[in-house]
T-cell receptor, first 111, second 111 residues
């Protein structure tokens, strides 16, 4: 099925570093969502974006809805051990359409 | 308010068997979506039910089917299981145009 291009696939970082990941698509979306999934759990919503150019923060997390509506970015500042997990982006054309998902970015923090 | 619950959490079946998974949405949520998640593939949309009717369907073979009951609980059935059906099956619920909330998933292993 259709999928968003999410990169990087995985990241090995030191505690305290900033993290950046992004999702791109050839299609326009009206909603961009960022989820985090930890082992043995379902994805949990982190940030929802509804307007092109929108920049939204949730604690140390900041996400942006690209101005072209074809991409989105997630930044995590000053990473901590509990940030480990898989981060997924998802786009939605409108509320009647299913979410289209990226393949995920696995965040690993080096001891 | 209780979250989305899925039963069973783990399941082992053999090829050719069939399986039924259950999902209870958050109280008041009438939309239930099902996803298949395999390593490196992200989430693949199976189908969405709203008020006992299938509203959207992904690109999966007819062996995958679902239904929704009047209390919004949903079941997913996979017949004639194949090794490639081994995956984490996630259920998500939402109310109106709100974002989706996921359950912990059912890990299906086909031997």
């Amino acid at each position: 099925g259709q999928q968003l291009n999410q990169s990087p696939q995985s990241m090995f970082i030191q505690e305290g570093e900033d993290v950046s990941m992004n999702c791109t698509s050839s299609s326009i979306f009206n909603t961009w969502l960022w989820y985090k999934q930890e082992p043995g759990e379902g994805p949990v919503l982190l940030i929802a974006l509804y307007k092109a150019g929108e920049l939204t923060s949730n604690g140390r997390l900041t996400a942006q809805f690209g101005i072209t509506r074809k991409d989105s970015f997630l930044n995590i500042s000053a990473s901590i051990p509990s940030d480990v997990g898989i981060y997924f982006c998802a786009g939605q054309k409108d509320s009647n359409y299913q979410l289209i998902w990226g393949a995920g970015t696995k965040l690993i923090i080096k001891p | 308010k209780a979250g989305v619950t899925q039963t069973p959490r783990y399941l082992i079946k053999t090829r050719g068997q069939q399986v039924t998974l259950s999902c209870s949405p958050i109280s008041g949520h009438r939309s239930v979506s099902w996803y298949q998640q395999t390593p490196g593939q992200g989430l693949q949309f199976l189908f969405e039910y709203f008020s006992e009717t299938q509203r959207n369907k992904g690109n999966f073979p007819g062996r995958f089917s679902g239904r929704q009951f009047s209390n919004s609980r949903s079941e997913m059935n996979v017949s004639t299981l194949e090794l490639g059906d081994s995956a984490l099956y996630l259920c998500a619920s939402r109310v109106g145009e709100d974002t989706q909330y996921f359950g912990p998933g059912t890990r299906l292993t086909v031997l």
